[in-house]
């Protein structure tokens, strides 16, 4: 993309991000991390929103409103007195497409481990993170491979984690290539400051390390738009797209992506060419639909 296109694609997307502001939050499940105001309560439900987004936008709500209901909404002082043997069972009967109560459980058990032994969710992601990195890649790998290493010896017939556990898919990692869309959208609630969105406590950790949560509303406009030219959406095509950002905003790439994906979400840019919603829509000057 030459600087003329870079310049005119950076005015309009810079359109979007002002235009998509906190009004247009909901649906989101970033609406329940908005109801805390203590950190420690923000990582913890952050985490575990972030994990239940995918599917249906009604049904990621309806099963953190469920979460946050076992925890009396108090995801902090529920954590650290969970007791896997006596506390699990109020997860049966939980329900979210692929997982199920025991794999919530013992996922609630694992942060209880890692806030146990670390203090904060913050201080063990800064175990693996390095300022000199190109991006938070290696971090998160590390992150993924600590919370797997913690004992689950309660669940799962006490035969440690299978390869199978529904767990694991709370817990994806790019080192297998994944796009690791609901962490990398964790790290941004968490790091990203700067607007009303997002809400920045991780201050040792760089905006500008982070990478798009490729969902597939991001990974279709994104190809539209000419950010990448992947087709897989893998961590390949959310590193690429996140490279073309930082040509916008080396400091804060991924501010474009609640905008994007609310374009998305929302139904303004549909799946295939609509000549009313194109016609429409904000980004129509520099799409190449």
């Given at each position: ?210 990478i798009v949560p490729l969902d597939t509303h991001v990974a279709r406009i994104s190809r539209h738009l000419g950010l990448t030219k992947h087709k897989n959406p893998n961590w390949r095509m959310a590193a690429d797209i996140t490279v073309n950002l930082k040509k916008l905003d ?40």
């Amino acid at each position: 993309m030459n600087p003329m296109d870079l310049l005119l694609l950076k005015r309009y997307l810079d359109g979007l991000y002002h235009k998509f502001d906190i009004k247009y939050l909901s649906p989101d499940p970033l609406e329940f991390v908005h109801k805390f105001h203590s950190q420690k309560d923000q990582e913890i439900i952050g985490l575990i929103t972030a994990s239940l987004a995918y599917g249906r936008v009604d049904l990621i709500l309806n099963s953190a409103a469920h979460i946050l209901s076992i925890m009396d909404d108090k995801p902090y002082d529920f954590i650290k007195s969970f007791d896997p043997k006596l506390d699990s069972k109020k997860f049966r009967g939980f329900v979210h497409r692929f997982n199920n109560g025991e794999d919530m459980a013992c996922f609630i058990y694992l942060i209880k481990q890692v806030i146990d032994s670390y203090g904060s969710i913050l201080d063990f992601f800064k175990k693996g993170y390095r300022h000199e990195d190109e991006n938070i890649a290696s971090a998160l790998t590390k992150f993924v491979k600590g919370f797997l290493e913690m004992d689950c010896s309660p669940f799962y017939n006490g035969n440690g984690l299978p390869k199978d556990a529904g767990v694991r898919f709370f817990l994806p990692s790019p080192e297998g290539g994944s796009a690791c869309k609901r962490l990398n959208l964790f790290l941004r609630w968490m790091v990203r400051r700067g607007d009303s969105i997002d809400f920045g406590i991780w201050k040792d950790i760089s905006p500008s390390k982070l990478i798009v949560p490729l969902d597939t509303h991001v990974a279709r406009i994104s190809r539209h738009l000419g950010l990448t030219k992947h087709k897989n959406p893998n961590w390949r095509m959310a590193a690429d797209i996140t490279v073309n950002l930082k040509k916008l905003d080396q400091n804060d790439p991924v501010k474009y992506d609640f905008a994007l994906s609310r374009l998305g979400i929302m139904n303004y840019c549909p799946k295939k060419k609509d000549h009313k919603k194109c016609k429409a829509c904000d980004l129509r000057p520099v799409c190449q639909l």
